[in-house]
């Protein structure tokens, strides 16, 4: 059955993480908010179905993923479910949950990234919490990047397989996900990102050779893959780099 | 074999989701840090361990679980590992993912409940960002509050088997983490999550149903509940409530 991913239709956001996984394995999917209304697409059905009352387990938001009478909300758990029926989980349940918690500490720095921009609330614009957003930038700048991206650098320096995936030596969702962390950073903070890939070469190599992947890059170079933009999580404000 | 828990031993952080669940399932365990150091305890082998050059799967932060040979870190990821071992993540594997989905929720709004005394670094003192705090903290009170709570409300009435229960008509982790959410806000933020949980009754009916259970009250009772304090995650800081 052709999945359907639920997701804002207009930013990369959490759902890429969902959208990398489908496309990396080839999956039949649809992305049900960018097609036309005409066809049932668009942000009110998006916003109707996440709040369905037919539906006994709601999401709390998008994205959330639905397969058949499963609906599917909060991104690595979409992916958790994903992860062995596309073949991006490694090869043991032991694969599976470490995947998993390396998906959960991209999870972390996603969040950080966001809360750059938005320190404050997310209801505020940005312009309205822009002496806050300097400084929570400063820090995750120096602190917080170098720490994450250190982190991955430790796990594939210590992969027995060796260090070309995060898990084992087949491509996981946790190789598409830190693709795309590190795709995100260099697009917020190229400065600040370049100085800490430069500290972590293996990182850098996995972003280089996930997205050399086939699949992976038709779908960068096709119009599925929304441009990065100032509405999604990764924001290019000049000021919050350095 | 004895289940090690490996957190923070002063407070209850994001290491009381795994303890909670450990002793309402009556699981034999060692909180490893809180032991003396004289019997392998203390930060100093917390931070050992954590950072075990033999540990192929290093974990980011505390806590971590080591079970045998497995050493897992991410609290999702630990309560998604022990939850189906204790009896705590529902009847099937959709319970059990829903089960994930939940916590993974709970886990989002403990983030920000944290943001709201340190929204601009973890690494500066609370009162080096206290203007920020008390705007994050509004937010969080007048939005974040109502909607996390407002939804859980809802989970719980559109639970077909009764709305004392998260999942099914039984215990999980899921309900146990939904009580320690409610037991920080009401600690730190009394006047707004009374305002909050006087519109979610099921919720605020889950958290005194949960903290009535014979193993938790037992566990809330002992010396093993470390009281809620200034260093962990939910402050009582009476200028950010109101």
């Keep these: 059955m052709t999945l359907q991913l639920h997701y804002w239709p207009t930013i990369q956001g959490r759902g890429e993480f969902?959208?990398?996984?489908?496309?990396?394995?080839?999956?039949?999917?649809?992305?049900?908010?960018?097609?036309?209304?005409?066809?049932?697409?668009?942000?009110?059905?998006l916003m109707r179905d996440l709040d369905d009352p037919a539906n006994a387990r709601p999401s709390f938001a998008p994205p959330?993923?639905?397969?058949?009478?499963?609906?599917?909300?909060?991104?690595?758990?979409?992916?958790?479910y994903l992860g062995p029926r596309l073949g991006l989980a490694g090869t043991s349940e032991a694969d599976a949950l470490w995947t998993h918690q390396l998906q959960l500490t991209v999870a972390d720095c996603v969040a950080e990234a966001h809360d750059t921009h938005h320190p404050i609330a997310t209801g505020l614009y940005y312009e309205d919490q822009r002496e806050a957003a300097m400084a929570r930038a400063r820090d995750f700048r120096e602190q917080r990047i170098p720490k994450f991206l250190g982190w991955f650098e430790k796990v594939l320096g210590r992969n027995p397989q060796g260090g070309l995936h995060l898990v084992g030596n087949g491509l996981t969702y946790a190789d598409l996900s830190l693709f795309q962390l590190v795709a995100g950073l260099r697009h917020a903070f190229p400065k600040a990102s370049g100085r800490a890939l430069a500290q972590t070469p293996r990182v850098a190599k996995l972003h280089a050779n996930v997205g050399r992947r086939q699949r992976v890059r038709a779908y960068l170079q096709s119009p599925r893959r929304i441009a990065f933009n100032e509405q999604g999580i990764f924001r290019a404000y000049p000021e919050l780099d350095a």
């Design 18 to 45: 969902v959208r990398l996984a489908l496309e990396a394995a080839g999956a039949a999917y649809v992305d049900v908010a960018r097609e036309p209304p005409a066809r049932g697409g668009g942000e009110s059905r």
């Design 64 to 80: 959330f993923l639905v397969d058949g009478d499963r609906v599917i909300g909060q991104t690595a758990a979409i992916l958790l």
